[in-house]
């Protein structure tokens, strides 16, 4: 059986397997903008706006599709 | 009449149905809906949530300008509307006007973002950026009771927001780790649930529903072009390449010796290249650059089909759709089919199109990625 050991220098992961990280770590983010002063607020922010039509079907079809794609 | 799936109305389709439908389309009128998607790019940062039957966009321009900091300054930048942030002893004129007093300076802007994620050079941009982001993201609509949240109930799932971010690149040696962990830190302290999402991926939900989101997705952003090729909404081969936008404007600016604001201003504003004749020192040089840069991408596109060990049996042709802000000037598709006739990918594709709106397409894709979270809840 191949377990993948690789002669004189060891262990070698099989070709095509990552090494993944499964921790993770929260970073510490304080809201450094509360210190600023600006007038952001008072002018506003461009703002547009378009029909959201079949957004909704979207959204059901790539739960769908994903769950499917994922799976094959 | 042949009628389609489509034609179906949904229920039984019987008046009274159709009525409790129309009911409740009415009550979800003017009402936020949970999930949001942002696009933090390069040149712009841009939010996208639906409210009733419309999708709302709220966006702003990512760069500033550093102006003399005097009370008379800043009462005439009141007066005239435009948009600043003073820190410290510093006052920076944001957004759109920021290119503008560039323009009038003769100076080229300052970035908050460089090659699609926070600048390490600009010592100033963490705390504008995260102003900037809420200028856009604003509080989450739905959020629990109480004064102190999100620190008092830390545990408490907020609303959904994805946000996105560039794929790893291929030709410069930086990681977006560092990038996303900022953006998705900042996001909580805000009261939401961040998830991020590859860009080129945004555009594929947002673009790609007929085709069942399988082809590839690119943006040609300020600083970078993303690149996602999906296969049935499951991203297949994802990547970035530093140079864009921002890399022409860089290389005209240095071939005609033009500022690279002035260089970006005319290529958003006039540049067609459909035009074969009759242009200008700076269209020429931009149009031999436009063309250098397809040219990278499809070449590492085919790279990475090359490199790819389990591609998808792919049926049929796909689509390739093309966005973001470097992809606007007339006649980029065209351009873009050219170079991509000439080349080739190892797959056959059906049709090259501009997304319906470049601009809004990673913002919205990044929505229905964060819509279909929060129905799962």
Redo the contacts between chains.
Sequence with gaps: MNIGIKKETGFEAPPGERIKINTDFDFPIEDESLVLESNIDKIGIKIEKEKSDDMDKTVRLFKEIHKKGRKG | MIKTKDDKPEGNGLPSDRQSHKREIEGLKGQIQKGKGVDIGTMFVKCAY?EG????????RNAFFEVEHTDFTKKI??NS???????EDNLYV??DEALQFANMFNKDTRRLLSKGVISPTEKEA???I???I???VGEPAHKPAGNGWPSDRPSHKGEIVYFSVPGEPLDAEFNVLYHI??V???L???GYTPKPINEGHAII?SEL?EE??TGIGLSFGGGMVNVCLS????PIFKFSVAKSGDWIDQQVAMAVDETASRVSAIKESSLDLSKEGDLSEIESALSIYYNHLIEYVIENIKQEFAKA??L?RIANPISIILSGGTSLPKGFSGRFKQILDRLKLPIPVALVRMAS?PL?SVAKGA???A??DE??K
């Design positions: 639906k039957d419309e999708i709302v966009f709220k966006s702003q930048l009141d509307k435009v948009k600043y942030i003073i820190k944001v957004g963490l705390p504008i995260e102003l900037l809420k200028s856009v962990k900022i998705e830190g900042f909580k302290t805000l939900l529903a069942d989101f296969f049935m909404s499951v060990r389990r998808p709106q809004r929505l229905i990625a819509s279909a129905s799962k």
